[in-house]
């Protein structure tokens, strides 16, 4: 099958959004399928790439000041519109709705191209990074999960990935006429496993080896509230050891560290910034407990990166993070923002081997429900219903 994935977020950029996609693109190649992604350009040009067993047709772009290293491509349609017409695709998976995504979604709806749509994205991401709009984020979060709708409504399938995230909007979902199914992003369990760091990834990111260590991995941008994490530490370090590491660059970083400096506890955090695909499977090893601050997340694929790893996870209840994150079980959830209670919550992990052991192993079972062979099954067979359907009309 010739399948064409469109998103206007893509690797290099680290998010929810460009992992999926990318693992994705990789898992079909890998399963003999042929595989192109449109995405922005990271220089600007347009250029072809490969990457691995799949080749990615870069867009022109502009820089997007408000989202680290993120290019956007302004006018994309004529470009769109030759690459679908070159490959030929038999289905159409779009990622996000953005300048890509609705060149993608014109241009294949006026060739009758089979589309799938998946939604990964609540308005909270964009909004809390545009600070300028806080007074009036709430009627365009409104404004905006309308228009996603109407968007997603073009498409012939939609999924998000997890039914509270359908479950969040609702009311919008309730007027598409198209199917609209949870599918799990998925991670890939052969990476991602239980063991012991190497030594070369402590050495390198100096982590004490005498105290629990305390992980969060992702963007580090306002939305996800990485503050809370780091006033919790504060709270954590009055009673106990412990060393928070944070995996990820992102528009609040100096923020962050500036907040460390003035706790006067920047020498209990390290920032990596960036990191290798290959360094992140090693620091998930290095946690004794993840957390996730975030109540802007529809399903958070680094915490199930981090829960197949055999940590415990303590989350915000907020969306669908109680599907991962059940409490007391392979964790514990916390009131969003209240970094009293994260803190306990963490303290009670680290202080406790046992508790630690236990709830390590339900996130590892946990995890193994989500493996991306899985995903790669259920998105084959979508692709495959919609192909035939097209075919017989």
Not at 118 to 134: G, Q, V
Not at 141 to 153: A, C, D, Q, T
Request: include cysteine; charged fraction near 25%.
């Amino acid at each position: 099958m010739k399948i064409l994935i469109a998103s206007d977020l893509y690797w290099p950029v680290f998010n929810g959004v460009s992992m999926f996609s990318r693992n994705l693109a990789r898992g079909l190649a890998d399963r003999g399928h042929e595989v192109l992604v449109i995405a922005p350009s990271q220089t600007g040009k347009r250029y072809v790439e490969v990457d691995g067993n799949y080749k990615i047709a870069r867009t022109a772009t502009i820089v997007f000041p408000f989202y680290q290293n993120f290019r956007i491509s302004l006018s994309p349609y004529r470009e769109v519109k030759k690459i679908i017409n070159e490959f030929e695709p038999d289905v159409i998976h779009i990622q996000m709705l953005l300048m890509i995504g609705q060149a993608v979604m014109k241009y294949g709806n006026k060739c009758d191209i089979p589309i799938v749509s998946t939604n990964h994205a609540i308005p909270e991401n964009l909004m809390d990074n545009l600070k300028m709009l806080a007074p009036i984020s709430r009627p365009i979060n409104f404004v905006l999960k309308r228009y996603g709708m109407r968007f997603h409504s073009k498409a012939d399938f939609v999924t998000m990935p997890t039914q509270s995230a359908i479950d969040m909007f609702k009311k919008e979902a309730k007027k598409l006429t198209v199917p609209l199914v949870p599918v799990s992003n998925g991670i890939d369990l052969s990476r991602f496993t239980v063991g012991e760091p190497p030594e070369g990834v402590i050495e390198k990111f100096k982590l004490p080896t005498d105290r629990p260590i305390i992980t969060f991995v992702g963007r580090v941008d306002a939305e996800k509230h990485v503050s809370v994490l780091v006033n919790a530490l504060n709270r954590i370090l009055k009673t106990e050891k412990a060393h928070l590491l944070i995996v990820g660059g992102g528009t609040d970083l100096l923020n962050l560290q500036d907040l460390a400096k003035s706790l006067n506890i920047e020498k209990h955090i390290t920032f990596t910034g960036r990191v290798t695909d290959e360094e992140i499977v090693d620091l998930h090893k290095t946690g004794t407990v993840f957390c996730m601050p975030s109540p802007a997340e529809l399903q958070s694929i680094v915490m199930l990166e981090a829960m197949a790893s055999g940590q415990p996870v303590v989350a915000v209840d907020a969306g669908p993070l109680k599907e991962l994150c059940q409490n007391n079980i392979n964790g514990f959830l916390c009131e969003q923002d209240n970094d009293k209670e994260i803190a306990a919550a963490i303290i009670k992990i680290i202080t406790n081997p046992d508790l630690r052991k236990k709830m390590g192993k339900e996130s590892v079972m946990i995890a193994d429900t989500h493996d991306l062979q899985k995903t790669l099954d259920r998105f084959e067979s979508i692709y495959t219903s919609l192909v035939n359907l097209k075919s017989k009309n």
